[in-house]
């Protein structure tokens, strides 16, 4: 049951960046009086959604497990969200980005081990 609330709460986490950038980016290419701003908005309001249910959940989480157990995983959002924007976003990973995400998972890895 922990592994399934700490990959839900690493999904939700990842899904809310997601769209929040995705909501960020329509509401630029569109000026006020569009229409389509409604759509833009719910993106948001699905965002906002989907962090809290991460923030809770890992709320729940933090009860239940020590943190120095969670917070390797909770690092993982990191890479898990570098690698969904380039799938899903359609972002270009420079060399400088993908060095510095195996850093981290270097470090996430260090810390998890110790």
């Keep these: 049951m922990i592994a399934f609330l700490i990959a839900l709460t690493l999904a939700t986490m990842v899904a809310g960046q997601l769209l929040l950038k995705l ?3 329509k509401f630029g290419e569109l000026d006020r ?3 389509r701003r409604r759509q833009a908005a719910w993106i948001f309001a699905g965002s906002i959604f989907s962090m809290t249910i991460s923030f ?3 709320l729940g989480l933090l009860q239940q497990v020590d ?3 969670l917070f390797p ?3 993982l959002s990191v890479l898990l969200i570098a690698l969904c924007s380039a799938v899903f976003l359609k972002e270009r990973l420079s060399v400088e980005l993908i060095t510095g995400v195996l ?3 270097a470090g996430v890895i260090l ?3 110790s």
């Design 56 to 58: 809770f959940v890992s």
């Design 103 to 105: 850093l981290i998972t």
């Design 73 to 75: 995983f909770q690092d």
């Design 33 to 35: 009086a569009d229409p």
């Design 67 to 69: 943190l120095s157990y």
């Design 111 to 113: 810390v998890s081990t």
């Design 23 to 25: 909501a960020m980016n």
